[in-house]
T-cell receptor, first 113, second 114 residues
Framework: DQQVKQNSPSLSVQEGRISILNCDYT??????FLWYKKYPAEGPTFLIS?????DKNEDGRFTVFLNKSAKHLSLHIVPSQPGDSAVYFC????????????FGSGTQLTVLP | EPEVTQTPSHQVTQMGQEVILRCVPI?????FYWYRQILGQKVEFLVS????????KSEIFDDQFSVERPDGSNFTLKIRSTKLEDSAMYFC????????????FGEGSRLTVL
């Protein structure tokens, strides 16, 4: 049951370039989407979110795009920095709900200096 | 900045032993969660807790698992008789209200079952 899918297990990008991480979902009930960043031996850290009423949300170097018709979202990091190297998890849930978040399998981003 | 804290950071136990993992959620948060991540796999939901009762649980959360909020601050996950496949990182998370989508996670407790 893969309601949230991240099809790329890894991505390497040169420092200063754009990183684009992708995520697809299947559950139409999801109306809130988040990106978490995770370093080894640490808990997931919230990065940025987007509600289904929007198609874009920007916070500094991070922008999340949502395409509801395609059930697809992406995280853009520009410019990428070596400190961005981590595993990035896409998560989805229902905003005004106590229900749990469903996570994707993660994408390991490596930013090369 | 307030944070979710978890203890122990690492526990090694023998198969069949009971384990209790502890969490102190952020103080004004009302919704509490346990997730786990088996090495190399995705973060999986175990259970959510609100108003002193379980709101939702996954198929992983069988009769060997239980959660409790014994006082006003701690939120515990008990595994009654551990199995080898329970070895994982266990993450506690909390959120303030039902209108907040974002969960705040602790740093995790690594459980190794031998």
């Amino acid at each position: 049951d893969q309601q949230v899918k991240q099809n790329s297990p890894s991505l390497s990008v040169q420092e200063g370039r754009i990183s684009i991480l992708n995520c697809d979902y299947t559950n139409s009930m999801f109306d809130y989407f988040l990106w978490y960043k995770k370093y080894p031996a640490e808990g997931p850290t919230f990065l940025i979110s987007i509600s289904s009423i929007k198609d874009k949300n920007e916070d500094g170097r991070f922008t999340v795009f949502l395409n509801k018709s395609a059930k697809h979202l992406s995280l853009h990091i520009v410019p990428s920095q070596p400190g961005d190297s981590a595993v990035y998890f896409c998560a989805a849930g229902e905003e005004r709900s106590a229900r749990q978040l469903t996570f994707g399998s993660g994408t390991q981003l490596t930013v090369l200096p | 900045e307030p944070e979710v804290t978890q203890t122990p950071s690492h526990q090694v136990t023998q198969m069949g032993q009971e384990v209790i993992l502890r969490c102190v959620p952020i103080s004004n948060h009302l919704y509490f969660y346990w997730y786990r991540q088996i090495l190399g796999q995705k973060v999986e939901f175990l259970v959510s807790f609100y108003n002193n009762e379980i709101s939702e649980k996954s198929e992983i959360f069988d009769d060997q698992f239980s959660v409790e909020r014994p006082d006003g601050s701690n939120f515990t996950l008990k595994i009654r008789s551990t199995k080898l496949e329970d070895s994982a990182m266990y993450f506690c998370a909390s959120k303030r209200t039902v209108n907040t989508g974002e969960l705040f996670f602790g740093e995790g407790s690594r459980l190794t079952v031998l």
